[in-house]
């Protein structure tokens, strides 16, 4: 894999300049895709302005002083992306979107960096009918029984990697847009598609007195009668 990316072929959901330099860092892969992800030492650079240099970066994430999800990450091309906490030189932010589709960086509390809402992608049936559920974020979690829909979320303990709770994608749900025409809203669930075409199921849903339509794909599950998270930067 090259080393590094052209920055005019970077993925447009990177805040940073594209004429800057020729190159960018190319991410590693992990558990974010390209166009979901951005290199670790890119955003310390040149998103929140802690170093001037490549070698000054290194130097930050070398020392332990950065964590992503609670954990230390000393890779300075570890992809991170939306939702993820991080911790950095004693401040805490979560990764956003806002409604130009560009990450933003909203600052959190010590005790929020400790959430991080999951939506689920997938499950695998495994042996002795344990279930794998698979997330967005690339992680997966094997569960002994299925109590958990696809599209639906799971709010987890960063600290103890445990469930705190389950937010259904149903009517009247509080959903964050991730991506679409409508990416960064928040809006509440209206109704949702049950058809049985093989195209992508559509969601309705509503922002303040408009109603608009999407792809349920789209959408992340952040509550049931409020948020459970801070998302107020990604409506910008």
């Not at 005790?111 to 992608?121: F, M, Q, V």
């Not at 598609?193 to 789209?218: C, H, M, Q, R, W």
């Given at each position: 894999?090259?080393?590094?990316?052209?920055?005019?072929?970077?993925?447009?959901?990177?805040?940073?300049?594209?004429?800057?330099?020729?190159?960018?860092?190319?991410?590693?892969?992990?558990?974010?895709?390209?166009?979901?992800?951005?290199?670790?030492?890119?955003?310390?650079?040149?998103?929140?302005?802690?170093?001037?240099?490549?070698?000054?970066?290194?130097?930050?994430?070398?020392?332990?002083?950065?964590?992503?999800?609670?954990?230390?990450?000393?890779?300075?091309?570890?992809?991170?992306?939306?939702?993820?906490?991080?911790?950095?030189?004693?401040?805490?932010?979560?990764?956003?979107?806002?409604?130009?589709?560009?990450?933003?960086?909203?600052?959190?509390?010590?005790?929020?960096?400790?959430?991080?809402?999951?939506?689920?992608?997938?499950?695998?049936?495994?042996?002795?009918?344990?279930?794998?559920?698979?997330?967005?974020d690339g992680s997966n979690k094997i569960?002994?029984?299925?109590?958990?829909?696809?599209?639906?979320?799971?709010?987890?303990?960063?600290?103890?990697?445990?469930?705190?709770?389950?937010?259904?994608l149903e009517k009247d749900s509080i959903?964050?847009?991730?991506?679409?025409?409508?990416?960064?809203?928040?809006?509440?669930?209206?109704?949702?598609?049950?058809?049985?075409?093989?195209?992508?199921?559509?969601?309705?849903?509503?922002?303040?007195?408009?109603?608009?339509?999407?792809?349920?794909?789209?959408?992340?599950?952040?509550?049931?009668?409020?948020?459970?998270?801070?998302?107020?930067?990604?409506?910008k």
């Amino acid at each position: 894999m090259k080393r590094h990316l052209s920055r005019l072929n970077m993925p447009r959901s990177w805040p940073i300049e594209r004429k800057k330099t020729k190159w960018v860092t190319r991410p590693n892969p992990g558990p974010h895709s390209l166009d979901m992800g951005m290199p670790l030492g890119v955003l310390l650079k040149e998103v929140l302005k802690c170093s001037k240099t490549a070698r000054e970066t290194k130097e930050i994430i070398n020392q332990g002083l950065v964590k992503v999800d609670n954990k230390i990450r000393k890779d300075y091309k570890f992809p991170v992306g939306l939702m993820d906490t991080l911790l950095i030189q004693n401040s805490f932010y979560r990764i956003l979107v806002n409604k130009k589709g560009k990450f933003v960086l909203y600052k959190i509390t010590k005790e929020e960096s400790n959430t991080k809402p999951r939506k689920i992608i997938g499950k695998t049936t495994l042996r002795n009918k344990a279930i794998q559920i698979n997330f967005l974020d690339g992680s997966n979690k094997i569960l002994k029984k299925d109590a958990y829909s696809v599209s639906d979320t799971l709010l987890f303990d960063l600290e103890k990697n445990e469930v705190k709770d389950h937010l259904r994608l149903e009517k009247d749900s509080i959903i964050y847009l991730l991506d679409g025409r409508y990416i960064g809203q928040v809006g509440v669930v209206k109704s949702i598609e049950k058809s049985n075409s093989l195209n992508p199921k559509k969601i309705t849903f509503s922002v303040g007195a408009k109603t608009f339509e999407t792809l349920k794909d789209y959408a992340l599950v952040i509550g049931k009668d409020k948020p459970v998270i801070s998302v107020q930067a990604g409506e910008k």
